[in-house]
Protein backbone atom coordinates (compact mmCIF):
# COMPACT_ATOMS: atom_id res chain seq x y z
CA UNK A 1 0.00 0.00 0.00
CA UNK A 2 1.03 3.67 -0.94
CA UNK A 3 0.35 6.37 0.97
CA UNK A 4 -0.63 9.71 -1.22
CA UNK A 5 -0.93 13.36 -0.75
CA UNK A 6 -1.74 15.73 -2.39
CA UNK A 7 -1.24 19.77 -2.31
CA UNK A 8 -1.15 22.81 -4.33
CA UNK A 9 -5.22 23.42 -4.79
CA UNK A 10 -6.47 26.82 -4.20
CA UNK A 11 -8.43 29.35 -5.82
CA UNK A 12 -7.17 30.81 -9.59
CA UNK A 13 -8.59 33.09 -12.13
CA UNK A 14 -10.06 31.51 -15.39
CA UNK A 15 -7.19 31.68 -17.90
CA UNK A 16 -4.51 30.95 -14.68
CA UNK A 17 -2.30 28.26 -14.07
CA UNK A 18 -1.80 25.24 -11.01
CA UNK A 19 0.55 23.06 -9.99
CA UNK A 20 -0.65 20.00 -8.19
CA UNK A 21 1.48 17.40 -6.19
CA UNK A 22 1.33 14.08 -5.35
CA UNK A 23 3.88 12.94 -2.62
CA UNK A 24 3.72 9.21 -2.13
CA UNK A 25 5.06 7.47 0.98
CA UNK A 26 5.76 3.79 2.10
CA UNK A 27 6.27 2.66 -1.88
CA UNK A 28 8.59 3.90 -4.83
CA UNK A 29 6.16 4.82 -7.64
CA UNK A 30 8.12 3.73 -9.95
CA UNK A 31 5.94 0.38 -9.22
CA UNK A 32 2.81 2.25 -9.78
CA UNK A 33 0.86 3.46 -12.55
CA UNK A 34 -0.46 6.83 -11.27
CA UNK A 35 -4.29 8.62 -12.21
CA UNK A 36 -5.59 11.91 -11.55
CA UNK A 37 -9.21 12.17 -10.72
CA UNK A 38 -11.33 14.90 -10.55
CA UNK A 39 -14.87 15.15 -8.82
CA UNK A 40 -17.39 17.82 -8.88
CA UNK A 41 -20.21 18.97 -6.54
CA UNK A 42 -22.92 16.49 -7.87
CA UNK A 43 -21.07 14.38 -10.79
CA UNK A 44 -19.01 11.37 -10.51
CA UNK A 45 -15.63 10.99 -10.30
CA UNK A 46 -13.89 11.48 -13.49
CA UNK A 47 -10.03 10.24 -14.72
CA UNK A 48 -7.88 13.60 -15.97
CA UNK A 49 -4.66 12.04 -16.93
CA UNK A 50 -2.47 8.69 -16.10
CA UNK A 51 1.37 8.07 -16.76
CA UNK A 52 2.54 4.71 -16.96
CA UNK A 53 4.67 2.65 -14.49
CA UNK A 54 7.58 3.21 -16.88
CA UNK A 55 6.96 6.41 -17.02
CA UNK A 56 7.06 6.74 -20.40
CA UNK A 57 3.09 7.44 -21.49
CA UNK A 58 0.71 9.66 -20.70
CA UNK A 59 -2.69 10.10 -21.05
CA UNK A 60 -5.25 13.03 -20.99
CA UNK A 61 -9.07 12.85 -20.98
CA UNK A 62 -10.20 14.97 -23.70
CA UNK A 63 -11.52 17.67 -21.89
CA UNK A 64 -8.06 18.83 -20.44
CA UNK A 65 -5.97 17.47 -22.93
CA UNK A 66 -3.66 20.30 -24.50
CA UNK A 67 -3.94 22.47 -21.03
CA UNK A 68 -2.82 20.31 -18.56
CA UNK A 69 0.48 17.83 -18.12
CA UNK A 70 1.36 14.61 -15.85
CA UNK A 71 4.72 13.86 -14.63
CA UNK A 72 6.65 12.15 -12.28
CA UNK A 73 9.69 12.67 -10.11
CA UNK A 74 11.01 9.45 -9.16
CA UNK A 75 13.91 10.28 -6.80
CA UNK A 76 11.34 13.13 -5.01
CA UNK A 77 8.51 9.90 -5.34
CA UNK A 78 5.93 12.86 -6.36
CA UNK A 79 3.90 13.22 -9.11
CA UNK A 80 2.98 16.67 -10.56
CA UNK A 81 -0.23 17.53 -12.45
CA UNK A 82 0.38 21.16 -14.36
CA UNK A 83 -2.75 22.79 -15.52
CA UNK A 84 -2.89 26.03 -17.51
CA UNK A 85 -5.64 27.77 -19.06
CA UNK A 86 -7.91 26.81 -16.26
CA UNK A 87 -11.76 27.00 -17.08
CA UNK A 88 -14.51 27.44 -14.29
CA UNK A 89 -15.65 23.77 -15.62
CA UNK A 90 -12.37 22.51 -13.86
CA UNK A 91 -13.53 23.57 -10.60
CA UNK A 92 -13.43 20.34 -8.57
CA UNK A 93 -11.67 18.48 -5.77
CA UNK A 94 -8.65 16.44 -7.07
CA UNK A 95 -7.20 13.27 -6.83
CA UNK A 96 -4.52 11.37 -7.14
CA UNK A 97 -4.44 7.50 -7.11
CA UNK A 98 -1.97 4.94 -7.52
CA UNK A 99 -2.81 1.08 -9.35
CA UNK A 100 0.15 -1.66 -9.27
CA UNK A 101 -1.38 -2.80 -12.93
CA UNK A 102 1.04 -2.50 -15.72
CA UNK A 103 -2.36 -1.27 -18.03
CA UNK A 104 -3.44 2.11 -17.48
CA UNK A 105 -6.81 2.46 -16.68
CA UNK A 106 -9.50 5.27 -16.47
CA UNK A 107 -12.06 3.86 -13.72
CA UNK A 108 -11.82 4.59 -10.49
CA UNK A 109 -11.99 1.06 -9.61
CA UNK A 110 -8.76 0.10 -11.21
CA UNK A 111 -7.21 2.23 -8.33
CA UNK A 112 -6.09 0.72 -4.96
CA UNK A 113 -4.98 4.01 -3.35
CA UNK A 114 -6.02 7.49 -3.06
CA UNK A 115 -5.50 10.59 -1.55
CA UNK A 116 -7.32 13.03 0.32
CA UNK A 117 -8.20 15.26 -2.60
CA UNK A 118 -7.17 18.83 -2.97
CA UNK A 119 -9.54 21.64 -3.78
CA UNK A 120 -9.20 23.23 -6.75
CA UNK A 121 -11.64 26.53 -8.09
CA UNK A 122 -11.91 28.46 -11.03
CA UNK A 123 -13.65 31.77 -11.41
CA UNK A 124 -14.69 33.30 -14.46
Known amino acids: QVQLVESGGGLVQAGGSLRLSCAASGRTLSGYAMGWFRQAPGKEREFVAGITRSGISTVYSDSVKGRFTISRDVAKNTVYLQMNSLKPEDTAVYYC?????????????????WGQGTQVTVSS
Open 97 to 113: AATSSWRMTRTPDGYAD
